[in-house]
């Protein structure tokens, strides 16, 4: 038996969980919590907008499944990366804003990181724990959302409905509107650095419209393998669960009797620059993957609010990353006071 604490139980991810553990009489839903909708009953523990540690402290739980949205995960990464517990990550907020020091974590702790974003748990297969050096490059597909193909001016008036209609995946809105603007994708590139330790000139993002492709893995010999599924989360939510079983999951495998089309072209970066931006922001490293995850929450909370336009997110988001001197954080206090620092810079942009 594998006893599971589910965070985020009632999101997008924690409701497709919820029917993954109940498929398998391997694992036991020992805790949930959730940020503000009731869950009594759900497990033998829940909690609701209520202090997670404390929760994890009192559950035991061998795995911790992290699917709460945004930087308010991190408490469950840290506690789980420090005790050695396996983390479950879909909360990848938390791994890019902490980066560094969720490593240093880890390391002490001792334990296992198993991404369940669907690229990264893809790159994990492929990668099958071969060395670094073994890699030439990584890629990580995006579908372009919504808005692919469009142009600045054509996006100009967007409302949150529009970002909200997503052509390939149901998400949450957080990463919905992630998806349109491609912040996602950067959120995803910086992930993938702290994950696989790549440096960002060997990751690549490429806009493949049907995520039917989720990753690809160049190797030094000229071989390169892709992980192909249809786009259901179940599947990542049950590889990083199930570890390293498989089991089955209601997903059907690939039919290749139907016509199956697989393309691929560059992102626009011109009309997306958050994929930039968060490029930019990983490379020069620090804290400003924090800053330009803390800004990111708040201009998609604005647009959401219908308080900015479209465009402007990623103008938040330069603003604040332009106003950070990104100085690495030297422990966790630090990391939350530059976040909340990066959020009152945001919050005040004049876009
Ligand atoms: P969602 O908005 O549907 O759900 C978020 C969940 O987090 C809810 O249960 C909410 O109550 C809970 N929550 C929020 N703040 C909390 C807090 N302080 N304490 C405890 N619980 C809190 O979001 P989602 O789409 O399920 O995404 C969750 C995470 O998974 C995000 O980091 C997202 O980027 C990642 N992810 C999601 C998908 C997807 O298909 N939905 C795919 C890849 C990665
Ligand atoms: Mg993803």
């Known amino acids: 038996m594998k006893r599971i604490a589910l965070l985020g139980a009632t999101g997008s991810i924690g ?60 408490p469950a990464t840290v506690w789980a990366l420090e005790r050695g517990v396996t983390l479950a990550l879909a909360n990848k907020e938390s791994l890019v804003a902490a980066g560094e020091l969720a490593l240093a974590a880890k390391r002490r702790g001792g334990g296992l990181l198993l991404p369940v974003d669907s690229e990264h748990s893809a790159l994990l297969q ?41 052509p390939t995946w149901q ?61 259901d989360m179940r599947v990542p939510i049950s590889f990083a669960l199930t570890y390293p079983d498989r089991v089955p999951t209601p997903v059907p495998s690939l039919d290749l009797s139907r016509a199956l ?28 993957p924090c800053v330009f995850n803390a800004a990111n929450e708040v201009a998609v909370d604005a647009f959401l609010d219908g308080r900015i336009p479209f465009l402007a997110i990623a103008d938040v988001v330069a603003e ?15 990391l939350v006071e530059v976040d909340a620092e990066a959020r009152r810079v945001a919050a005040g942009a004049h876009v």
């Open 15 to 74: 409701r497709q969980a919820l029917e993954i553990i109940a498929a398998n009489a391997e694992l036991e839903l020992v805790a949930a919590a959730s940020g503000s909708q009731p869950i009594d009953g759900l497990a033998p523990l829940t909690s609701v907008g209520g202090d997670v540690e404390e929760l994890l402290e009192e559950a035991r739980p061998d795995v911790v499944l992290n699917a709460i949205v945004g930087f308010a995960g991190l």
């Open 171 to 231: 998400m949450g809105r957080k990463i919905t509107v992630d998806s349109a603007t491609l912040a996602n994708k950067g959120l995803e590139l910086i992930e993938a650095h702290f994950l696989f330790g790549l440096p960002y000139g060997r990751i690549d993002v490429v806009v493949h419209p049907t995520s039917v492709v989720h990753a690809i893995v160049r190797f030094r010999d000229g071989a390169a393998l892709a992980h192909l599924g249809y786009p």
């Open 261 to 288: 089309v697989l393309e691929f072209e560059p992102p626009d970066l011109n009309t997306f620059p958050l994929l930039r931006l968060a490029r930019e922001a990983g490379e020069r490293g620090g804290t400003l």
């Open 126 to 166: 492929c990668l099958e724990g071969r060395a670094a050096e073994q890699v030439e490059s990584v890629v990580l597909t995006a579908s372009g959302g919504p808005f692919r193909g469009r142009s600045r001016e054509e996006l100009d008036d967007v409302g949150p409905e529009q970002a909200l209609a997503h």
């Open 320 to 334: 604040a990353l332009a106003a950070a001197d990104g100085a690495p954080a030297r422990d966790l206090d630090e």
